[in-house]
């Protein structure tokens, strides 16, 4: 059995949760919080037996798409800058980061 742990931006979520019970992939949705743009994002973990990884790998690549967007960055304390000078700064954003785990035991009580 393998766990696949898939890491999606708030704007991905529905159109995975809706692309998982058309595929009848079962999934438990995390809320969860990013570190470089600090924006609220969602943990899906899915467990699922090894001949299916490729399967729900499929939907999320299907579901999820990244695109470029343009977000605020402050500048660092520089005499020459104003504090609270924003820049511009092109990022790419969206998508999905997916782990494949092995799982030792499943147990269902």
Known sequence: MKLVIAIV???GKQKL???FVREGVP????DSFGG???E???TFLIGVEEAEVDR???????ACHVAERFVNVV???????????????KVES????AFVVDVDGFHRF
């Open 36 to 38: 470089f743009l600090r």
């Open 17 to 19: 949760c809706d692309a």
């Open 94 to 97: 969206g998508g999905a980061v």
């Open 75 to 89: 500048n660092a304390p520089n005499p020459q800058i104003p504090l609270l000078s924003p820049n511009l700064v």
């Open 27 to 30: 999934y438990t949705k995390l």
């Open 40 to 42: 609220r994002n969602f």
């Open 56 to 62: 729900v790998l499929g939907v999320i690549k299907d």
């Open 9 to 11: 931006q708030e704007r």
